[in-house]
């Protein structure tokens, strides 16, 4: 294979044996030009192809280079004599199965993935007492001790190194509990015989730093090339430079403009002070450059070069240079009213690329910054009957046919698991609708069982076809628990999709839809096959934690570049998947403020803020010296324009950028800089935008892909919520046996009435449980009280109280991404007063807590105010505004309340706070707060502090205590107006009357 170089390959390819640093830009051909050297050193230096040693980053570029090496020596690969080629965790496995008795390690020692690394330091969070650590969300903790973990070994460090230092504030004491999970994680792997990738490495530093071992190393190789090596850590930097310092003849090969794995613990400083690291008798190792882009047109060149800009200096090439006879390309922009409108637009552009331009369908790629903006674009490209490829990972589990499978997996492995059942009883198996679960749902609750137990059960009152439905699920159900005790979770997956007949279903679907089913089914299969489980525990349990980790965003931008098929499709995947990947056409959707470039919502790795950070001190490098906000902001923002120049440069013809003001988050978006940088080149074309965000859509989907099959609801769950809003006896007209309803009403009313009241034998102390909102009811009047709670009355139907719990819950899952399906009187509705004028919910979206994660949610409590009172009640939602600081939120769906009362509701919050074990430790500094959604956001705040707490205290003791003693007087107030016992309360209605003769104002 004859191939010419060009000037700067052939500096390259003809330099001495001396270590070189080569600064290679994105598209310019350098795993070919390290082959060629590669090749010309085994051809022209007298080197052994087994002398040579090849490293790079992922499996798919080891492949790469192994294969343009026996491309460039035949002869040598025709006798089986090849260069060594590796991965550098590899390279680490190597030398541990080689020498690892000499520090105590078996050679045959298993290696974990992340799925199983999670599940042991589950099994080592729950064997402490951490005193600091909040373990009401263990899934949390587990991320961050994976990170703690991950960030100690990249520095050849080790969880005593934290242990030994003397914390000095609450974030380091926090830390230190994380370091004794960490130790009790290493015991766990020790006695398993397991080791994660960290460890690889650092056993690896630790026998090559054993200077006999490091020779017999050394002495075999005369020549080392490190691909990739911008995605290096400090701690395989150590031990590559213990191995090959000292002048060693080693080419590293990067470019640090895409250094984009930062997150996961690569070093900047390992490309940057490669000359010093890998010096030769002090003198500074040389670089040569990359810089002719061999991929891209040169307006594709020209947005990569502006994105270069923003990155600023990090030693690699100065810009990008087009090839001679290089196309001038397309570069494109449009902004949008709404997602789905953009959505709707790049189908048909990629439609319009395929039939007027000839590209095939896996010639173009839409490129993602995260998962959760994939669904919306797959199902646009479905509905034009185009077929797609979801390479992401985490995006994958959101297409129909594998979410299907995964829930099938979830219900096996988590019975408990009651969206994954509804999703099954829903979909096309059973065609079961809403309506027919409410029996299995409430006989569940009777049961204090799960819905799966109810269906045993079969004592529900259902209609036959229901019936018949769930015992084929049943059935089919037991056949594959008992399957999955004993097969491989490939062919588990396998027998679900045989059973369901999921396989038949896929094929009766028509042309392009048919093959985006099967390529993603035979990823999700890929996927299961690779899982290696881990001998004598459940691999089913700990495979589906995997996939948990795939499903967030920042855990599913894997480290691997993505595998594609080779089918005719369109990729969709995210932009850290992409790297080492080209297409002719690229698309990168979502380009907005907060997305790409993305803002820093999961935190800044901050070690003073995080305890999931490593201390400056503690580093190998010195990238994290500085700790201010502005120097970590700063390499946030860095590394996104470092993504940003990957996700551009994967285009060899066609670039398209777009954006909406309105996505899911429900808050107009903005164009983001990186839209700008680009829309402000020459050449570049610029779609006429949507000049104002105006109303958000109602729905931001591409429409439902199939009927509900509900048949009560036959107009779709959509319409029937907003029938039920606008109508409250719509709900009651549907039901098939209303009077049926009613008489069985009177006659269980008129039993109770004839049971004998139970004699008071002996005298005891009268206890008191009374809910929060019934403590500002009778606050604002104790008669009210009494007929709400003591002797009730009837109450009339309430469209405020309906639409504060919708709203609530619209609210709860925007938080947590799920809503109790029978919860409806659980939250604390003290509703307001005043009607609202807007939309409450547009209120939330637009307002700061929308855009913040809350620590806690809907956080149901029981607070002990004395030894004969209980407050029961449920928080809206909690922010840590920075470790032992909080603020309490509970959200009004109407405008400010004139009701004083209504204050007591944040006294119990506050209270709860302190003593009713909300969270691990007690928060320091407390904020309560109303947040008012009915006229836009209106905040009122009580700030809390030890004579706040005091009052509040003695002011809700004497609350309780007027209950215990039956004071129930009438106390009229403007309140009266809205009262449902107006009728039975002559003075209420006597004081109204005076606010009428007054002209206070309507009713």
């Known amino acids: 294979m004859s191939i010419t170089p060009t000037t700067e390959q052939r500096r390259i390819i003809e330099y001495p044996l001396e270590p070189l640093r080569v600064a290679a830009g994105a598209g310019t051909g350098k795993t070919t030009t390290i082959a060629m050297r590669l090749a010309a050193l085994v051809r022209e230096a007298d080197i052994e192809p087994e002398a040579a040693l090849g490293i790079t980053f992922t499996n798919k570029a080891a492949e790469e280079l192994a294969d343009k090496l026996r491309l460039h020596l035949?002869?040598?690969?025709?006798?089986?004599?090849?260069?060594?080629?590796?991965?550098?965790?590899?390279?680490?496995?190597?030398?541990?199965?080689e020498f690892g008795p000499m520090v105590g390690i078996e050679r045959d020692i298993g290696v974990i993935g992340s799925g199983y690394q999670r599940e042991l330091l589950r099994e080592a969070l729950g064997a402490g007492s951490p005193e600091l650590l909040d373990l009401t969300s263990p899934a949390r903790r587990v991320d961050e001790l994976a990170v703690l973990g991950a960030r100690l070994g990249d520095h050849l460090r080790s969880p005593s190194d934290i242990l030994a230092l003397r914390p000095d504030d609450e974030v380091e004491a926090a830390r230190r509990e994380m370091a004794a999970v960490l130790e009790r994680y290493e015991t766990l792997k020790r006695r398993l015989g397991v080791a994660d990738y960290s460890d690889l490495i650092r056993y690896g530093y630790e026998i090559v730093s054993e200077p006999s071992v490091g020779r017999r190393i050394r002495d075999r190789y005369r020549v080392v090339l490190l691909d990739e090596y911008q995605d290096t850590n400090p701690a395989q930097r150590e031990l590559l430079l213990q191995l090959?310092?000292?002048?060693?003849?080693?080419?590293?090969?990067?470019?640090?403009?895409?250094?984009?794995?930062?997150?996961?613990g690569a070093s900047l400083e390992n490309f940057a002070a490669f000359p010093d690291h890998f010096s030769v008798a002090g003198k500074p190792a040389k670089t040569l450059a990359l810089g002719v882009n061999r991929r891209s047109d040169r307006r594709i060149i020209d947005a990569a070069n502006a994105i270069k800009k923003r990155i600023g200096d990090t030693q690699g090439v100065e810009r990008l240079v087009a090839r001679p006879d290089a196309e001038t390309g397309t570069v494109s922009l449009a902004w949008f009213h709404a997602a789905t409108d953009e959505a709707a637009w790049i189908a048909r552009e990629v439609r319009r690329l395929h039939d007027s331009q000839g590209l095939r369908w896996r010639d173009m790629a839409l490129l993602f910054r995260k998962n959760r903006t994939i669904p919306l674009l797959r199902e646009a490209l479905d509905a034009?009957?185009?077929?797609?490829?979801?390479?992401?990972?985490g995006g994958l589990l959101q297409v129909p046919e594998v979410a299907d499978l995964h829930a099938w997996m979830r219900l096996i492995g988590h019975p408990d698991d009651a969206p994954s059942l509804v999703r099954i009883l829903l979909g096309s198996c059973y065609r079961l609708g809403m309506g027919d679960l409410v029996p299995l749902a409430r006989r569940g609750r009777e049961l204090g069982a799960t819905m799966l137990v109810a269906i045993d059960e079969e004592k529900t009152e259902l209609p036959e076809t229901v019936r018949s439905r769930l015992t084929q699920f049943r059935e089919r159900y037991r056949t594959l628990v008992t399957l999955a005790q004993g097969v491989t979770l490939v062919d588990l997956a396998r027998h679900i999709l045989d059973a369901t007949g999921a396989w038949a279903e896929v094929e009766a679907l028509e042309g392009a839809r048919r093959l985006s089913a099967r390529l993603n089914l035979y990823r999700f299969l890929d996927l299961a096959e690779e899982w290696s489980p881990l001998e004598g525990r459940p691999s089913l349990d700990a495979f589906l934690d995997y996939l948990d980790l795939l499903r967030q965003d920042a855990a599913s931008e894997e480290l691997d570049t993505a595998t594609l098929s080779g089918e005719d499709a369109v990729s969709l995947l995210t932009v850290h998947r992409a790297k080492g990947l080209e297409w002719s056409a690229v698309f990168i959707p979502a380009v907005c403020s907060g997305t790409f470039p993305s803002s820093a919502h999961g935190g800044l790795d901050d070690p003073q803020r995080y305890p999931r950070s490593l201390p400056a001190s503690l580093r190998i490098d010195h990238v994290g010296d500085d700790t201010s906000e502005a120097a970590l902001r700063s390499r946030h923002d860095a590394q996104e324009w470092r993504a940003a120049y990957v996700a551009v440069t994967r285009a060899k013809h066609h670039l398209v950028l777009t954006g909406a003001y309105w996505y899911t988050t429900g808050r107009a978006k903005k164009p983001s800089a990186l839209f700008d940088a680009v829309a402000r080149l020459d050449g570049v074309t610029v779609e006429p935008p949507v000049g104002d965000p105006g109303e958000p859509p109602e729905a931001l989907r591409t429409g439902q892909?199939?009927?509900?099959?509900?048949?009560?609801?036959?107009?779709?769950?959509?319409?029937?919520?907003?029938?039920?809003?606008?109508?409250p006896g719509w709900l009651e007209r549907l039901s098939q046996d209303a009077e049926g309803f009613a008489v069985q009403q009177r006659r269980l009313r008129l039993v109770m009435d004839e049971l004998p009241k139970n004699p008071r034998l002996i005298p005891r102390q009268p206890k008191l449980k009374v809910s929060v909102t019934n403590l500002v009811t009778y606050a604002t009047c104790p008669k009210r009280y009494f007929w709400t709670a003591v002797d009730p009355l009837p109450r009339r139907p309430s469209h405020a109280a309906r639409r504060g719990i919708e709203i609530h819950r619209r609210i709860e899952l925007h938080n947590l991404g799920t809503v109790p399906l029978t919860d409806a009187e659980g939250y604390d509705l003290v509703t307001t007063d005043r009607p609202p004028r807007g939309d409450p919910f547009a209120a939330y979206l637009s307002s700061r807590f929308a855009a913040q994660r809350p620590q806690f949610v809907e956080v149901a409590f029981e607070l002990v105010l004395s030894p004969t009172v209980n407050v029961k009640g449920r928080i809206d939602a909690i922010y840590e505004r920075s470790p032992g600081s909080w603020e309490i939120v509970d959200f009004k769906t109407g405008r400010r309340s004139a009701n004083p009362a209504v204050k007591v509701q944040l006294e119990v919050y506050a209270i709860a706070a302190r003593e009713a074990n909300l969270a691990t430790d007690p928060p320091r500094t407390i904020e309560v707060a109303f947040v008012y959604l009915g006229d836009g956001l209106d905040v009122v705040t009580e700030r809390v502090d030890e004579t706040w707490l005091g009052e509040a205290h003695e002011h809700l003791e004497s609350l309780t205590g007027a209950i215990l003693e039956e004071e129930f007087v009438e106390t009229p107030s403007p309140q009266c107006q809205w009262c449902d016992f107006l009728a039975f309360c002559p003075p209420g209605r006597a004081f109204l009357r005076g606010l009428d003769t007054v002209g206070a104002g309507p009713r």
Do not use: C, K, M
């Open 74 to 97: 035949p002869d040598f690969a025709r006798e089986g004599r090849e260069v060594e080629v590796t991965t550098y965790h590899g390279f680490a496995h190597g030398i541990v199965g």
């Open 244 to 264: 090959f310092g000292d002048g060693f003849p080693v080419t590293a090969v990067g470019d640090p403009d895409q250094t984009i794995y930062e997150w996961r």
């Open 384 to 393: 034009l009957d185009i077929p797609v490829e979801v390479a992401a990972l």
């Open 705 to 727: 892909r199939v009927p509900t099959p509900d048949p009560l609801f036959s107009e779709g769950w959509e319409a029937a919520f907003e029938n039920a809003a606008a109508d």
